[in-house]
């Protein structure tokens, strides 16, 4: 039972509301007050003997009593059950003698038909919700003991009917225990859910957290790998060349082939100069804290067909939705790498470049109109097997993918899908 006397609770610990509490615990103080005032105005026509009167005289105050001490009070444990269920057979065995004495007396009577659960547990609830219908049918067929073969009709009719009343209480006390005890499991096993939820999120984090570590681990071995094979399929290539040629120089008398061997060591170191560069651009991170992708990439296009004198377009569809600052970076690069190779080795006079906005992935194709080149012969030209080396690697680090179509005289189209990853916050 609760603890709180104000909100009294039934048998398997379910309180009830405030309103009904608050009856529960005056309303028989009320109920029997009204009886006894009813019963002392009707004593005359009731014709009630003296005995009668003496006796209801002893027992209102004793009912009064006998409710305080018993409902309008709690107390602990296995004592509070027993003193319930002596209250509530007690009272109700003394509503019926009241009742028999003077019908009025059925005001009062009617309280056990809201309490009874209360104080006893469901088998001895169904007794005394019983014993208060054949009070209440008896007081509203004229009294008890029945006068007549017409009363006694009444009075088994007017039993039938709160028999029936009884019954639907009962079943609707009954199917509302039965709601409250699945709610309590429902909410219980919500609670262990939001545990086992609460402590999946902690190693979930933990994890994500070792993935972070691993994913930045390979990313910083991947870009060495890249930056490793760039020098030494571009730069360390011409610094080669450039020794050749001024050993050329060195070996020869003719100052016109000298001159010749010195301009294409020029040449190299300058082409290796601008390789440099582009590898320690590709290196620096990212100026994305000011703008989108979509603008960076409209004045990477912008920027390179200025350089190359190629015309170059940017067009993006879809609704465009800020990403992740990886997914960003990684499109950017790619759309740089694709662009670096398309000024080298393609030839072009036009490439288009298409951001696409999906919804679950973003869509990155740059296409030209070169020379092309066949993505599956072996070696790939110069520059390409590096590029898209690098590319496919920065794919990859975001769960992408690079896709490259491409055939001699043909052009290149080069494909980059990767997740659509939306930052929180």
């Known amino acids: 039972m609760s603890n709180d006397p104000a909100v009294p609770a039934l048998p398997n610990g379910r309180p009830t509301n405030v309103q009904l509490a608050l009856f529960l615990r005056r309303g028989p103080y009320a109920l029997l007050g009204l009886s006894s005032i009813a019963a002392a105005l009707s004593v005359k026509s009731i014709g009630t003997s003296e005995t009668g009167i003496v006796v209801m005289t002893l027992l209102v105050p004793t009912l009064a009593a006998l409710h305080w001490i018993c409902a309008d009070r709690r107390w602990d444990g296995d004592l509070q059950d027993t003193i319930g269920a002596f209250y509530a057979t007690t009272r109700t065995v003394v509503a019926f003698v009241m009742t028999w004495l003077n019908p009025f007396f059925s005001i009062f009577a009617l309280i056990g038909y809201f309490d009874n659960q209360l104080y006893v547990p469901r088998r001895w609830a169904v007794v005394v919700l019983l014993t208060t219908a054949v009070t209440m049918a008896g007081a509203q067929s004229g009294g008890l003991p029945p006068d007549g073969a017409l009363q006694l009709a009444l009075f088994l009719g007017l039993l039938v009917l709160n028999g029936v009343l009884t019954v639907v209480m009962t079943n609707a006390d009954v199917h509302e225990a039965e709601l409250a005890a699945e709610r309590n499991t429902t909410i219980a096993m919500l609670e262990r859910a939001n545990v086992r939820l609460e402590q999946a999120l902690a190693e979930n984090a933990g994890l994500q957290a070792q993935l972070v570590q691993q994913a930045r681990e390979s990313g910083v071995h991947d870009e060495r790998e890249r930056l490793a094979l760039e020098i030494h399929d571009t730069i360390a290539q011409n610094l080669t060349g450039i020794v050749t040629q001024l050993q050329a120089v060195t070996d020869t008398t003719d100052d016109a ?118 993505p599956h012969a072996a070696p790939a030209p110069a520059g390409h097997g590096v590029g898209l080396h690098g590319m496919q690697q920065r794919a990859a680090r975001v769960a992408g993918e690079l896709v490259v179509e491409s055939e001699t005289g043909a052009g290149t189209a080069i494909s980059l899908r990767v997740p659509s990853v939306v930052p929180h916050g």
């Open 257 to 374: 082939a000298g001159r010749v061997h010195v301009e294409r060591a020029a040449a190299l170191a300058r082409e290796a100069l601008g390789e440099a560069r582009r590898s320690v651009q590709g290196l620096l991170p990212l100026r994305l804290d000011s703008t989108d992708v979509v603008e960076a990439l409209t004045h990477l296009t912008r920027d390179w067909s200025a350089a190359t004198s190629i015309p170059g377009e940017v067009v993006v569809t879809g609704d465009v939705e800020p990403q992740h600052p990886d997914i960003e970076a990684t499109v950017l690069r790619v759309a740089q790498e694709a662009l670096t190779n398309v000024g080298k080795h393609a030839c072009a006079q036009r490439v288009g470049v298409t951001l696409s906005y999906t919804g679950d992935e973003l869509v990155l194709d740059v296409r030209d109109d070169g020379i092309g080149f066949d």
